[in-house]
């Protein structure tokens, strides 16, 4: 059974850093891309970033570019999110996603979220 485990949030003041991170376990994975995606209060879950297991391949949501950068460690099948110049609208629990090709076609596996808390 795929689990994805979440670690890093906390409570930061506006202009700090936090670095995130996701471990998978529980199988074995090839094909596959990882996510970060966020929710804040009353908001919809948005994607933040994501990046293929190769890590050739990123995108990030306009809002975080050139603040945040996603990586991926293939052999530990870990990704990191690290955010720097951090705001308050930044406040909301991030949630990791690991998208696995299976022979029934893609499936989504989700983490239990960890929150990010921007404030002075």
């Known amino acids: 059974q795929v689990q994805l485990v979440e670690s890093g949030g906390g409570l930061v003041q506006p202009g700090g850093s936090l670095r995130l991170s996701c471990a998978a376990s529980?199988?074995?994975?090839?094909?596959?891309?990882m996510s970060w995606y966020r929710q804040a209060p009353g908001k919809e879950r948005e994607l933040v970033a994501a990046?293929?297991?190769?890590?050739?391949?990123?995108n990030y949501a306009d809002s975080v570019k050139g603040r945040f950068t996603i990586s991926v460690d293939d052999a530990k099948v870990t990704a990191y999110l690290q955010m720097n110049s951090l705001k308050p609208e930044d406040t909301a629990v991030y949630y990791c996603n690991l998208l696995r090709v299976e022979s029934k076609g893609a499936v989504d596996y989700w983490g239990q979220g960890t929150q990010v808390t921007v404030s002075s």
């Open positions: 529980g199988s074995t994975f090839s094909r596959y891309a």
């Open positions: 990046i293929t297991s190769t890590g050739d391949s990123t």
